[in-house]
């Protein structure tokens, strides 16, 4: 089903990326299509080195593409010079990696503040109580004023979403989000994406090769060697183990074909 670009947040089309290992090229993401409705909520699963990051990398305009166009909002990205595309990922993508990549030598509140900054916005009253109010949403209104080494990892982790949504991006893009964290962290970070998803309407597209995760995503698209082995929707699944049991069939029916 092809939506209307203004329904779509992320639209990748015959998306490749070829690097060089030794003398030989190969797709590190190869023919990829992908349609992310706004509001929607997926997760890129495979194992590792099948081209989660790349494809998520490519979609976020950290990386060119080798052949393939991405769209986002309807704006195709490779149109845009580096710096346009630079000034587009700061206001319109969100991004968080696994590692938090917070500044050491500023606060949480201005770690979270600096991509406004950066674009020269202002941050007026009218806006810092609105951010605010998402702060104390996740729980981090005590640690505003601490620095990074002074924070947990979920903590780390949940300044390094705030610092991503604070200038309302079309999606969320989540790079492996909970892979330094434990098992409560991490699925705190999931209630918080879960809950952005389902009451703010924020469009996500998370990579991760967790089942426990994943679970919480609306739809699955699983990709073995760069290219998509097969989608599901979680709805079907009461929990993260038959969903891992369908992840796995799916990659392993792609493996013998
Ligand atoms: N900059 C690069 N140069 C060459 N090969 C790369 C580069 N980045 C990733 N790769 C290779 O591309 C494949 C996909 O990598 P990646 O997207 O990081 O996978 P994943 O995130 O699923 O683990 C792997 O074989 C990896 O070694
Ligand atoms: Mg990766």
Same mark, same amino acid.
């Given at each position: ?16 990326? *070829? ?18 409705? *706004? ?178 995503? *609306? ?39």
């Amino acid at each position: 089903m092809t939506e209307n670009n203004s329904t779509l947040a992320v639209k990748a089309t015959d998306l490749t990326k *070829k690097y060089t290992r030794g003398d030989s090229e190969f797709d590190a993401v190869s023919h990829v299509n992908l349609e992310v409705p *706004k509001g929607d909520f997926v997760a890129i699963m495979g194992a590792s080195g099948s081209g989660k990051s790349t494809a998520l990398h490519l979609i976020a305009g950290l990386a060119r593409p080798t052949s393939g166009e991405i769209e986002i909002e309807g704006k195709a990205i490779s149109k845009m010079s580096d710096r346009e595309l630079t000034v587009f990922r700061r206001r319109r993508m969100g991004i968080v990696f696994q590692s938090y990549n917070l500044i050491p030598h500023l606060t949480a509140e201005e770690n979270i503040l600096f991509p406004l900054r950066a674009d020269g916005r202002t941050v007026d009253a009218a806006l810092l109580e609105r951010l605010r109010a998402f702060w104390e949403e996740l729980d981090l209104t005590n640690q505003l004023s601490q620095y990074p080494d002074a924070l947990s990892g979920g903590q780390q982790q949940r300044v390094a979403l705030a610092r991503a949504l604070c200038a309302e991006p079309v999606a969320l893009l989540a790079d492996e989000p909970t892979g330094n964290l434990d098992w409560t962290s991490s699925q705190n970070i999931c209630r918080v994406l879960d809950k952005l998803n389902k009451e703010e309407e924020r469009t996500i597209l998370l990579v991760t090769h967790e089942p426990a995760v994943a679970v919480w995503a *609306k739809r699955i698209v699983v990709l073995r060697d760069g290219k998509i082995a097969g989608e599901f929707a979680t709805r079907e699944f009461r929990d993260a183990a038959e969903l891992a049991a369908r992840y796995q069939e799916i990659a392993r029916a792609s493996a013998s074909r």
